[in-house]
């Protein structure tokens, strides 16, 4: 009986402790971004309740050149997701459908492509930019994004395929769909939590991506908000509340849209988590 409570006691405080420890910097940012200036620069931090104030998202906001690099990274972002999971679902369609030579090597090579840093290649990237007469452009960070979360889009969904039986499509195909309406109306459907799930993992890497964007853009116009938010410092100095405004600004989009995808998200790659 004893071994029973302690087996559920020391899990349960792992897991408290560790969520502690993630949580509470997220809540330091926020609550940073919202306390005035006199609360932040002391020696008896305030905790909890202090005086809200949005001042430093005023000033975050008023920085100049956000609202352009704001549109800039939507942009870049949801046009790379959207490409790579067209890509990635008639991919892994194929690879989890089809048998043909050199099937494996394939998704032997989309694994190696994933597990390979982006940032060794940013000097190869930049020349190849640069030659194309493209620089300060987001054309080049638009494919190169999504080029970065293809091979775990493909992966993610090549999974999720293959826990679709394929006796549905079978069945769709003898009541007279033929192969491309028994993928619209049976197949796709069931993929959504697949979708939603590497959509999600693919707009956060897209959304901070910095090294690229970083070498690739120097115009201050045709950044994106990671760029923006590394310079932030330097123009506002100890601007403390100012900063911690904008890295709220930055991390919100993310944390709203894991807010509502969460379920489907875990959901789909651990019912994409099988054998193909």
Known sequence: M???VLGRIWPNATAIVLAIGFVFPVYWMFSTAFKPTGDII???PVWFPFRATFEHFSTAVDAPHFWTLARNSVVV???AVAMALVIALLASFVLVRMRFKGR?????????????????MVISIYLIVRDAGMLNSLVPLTLFYMMMVLPFTILTLRGY???????????????????????????????APGLMATSLFGFITAWNEFPLVLVLNKDPEMGTLPLWLSQ????FGNDWGATMAAASLFALPILILFLFLQRKAVSGLTDGAVKG
């Open 77 to 79: 972002t949801v046009l």
């Open 232 to 235: 932030f410092q330097s123009q």
């Open 42 to 44: 002391t020696e008896d």
């Open 161 to 191: 395929v293959a826990a679709v039986p394929k006796s549905l499509e079978e069945s769709a195909l003898v009541d007279g769909c033929n192969r491309r309406q028994a993928f619209t109306k049976i197949i796709f459907p069931l993929l």
């Open 104 to 120: 494996k090597s394939m998704i032997l090579t989309f694994m190696i492509a994933q597990m390979a840093p982006w940032e060794v």
């Open 2 to 4: 004893k071994r029973s």
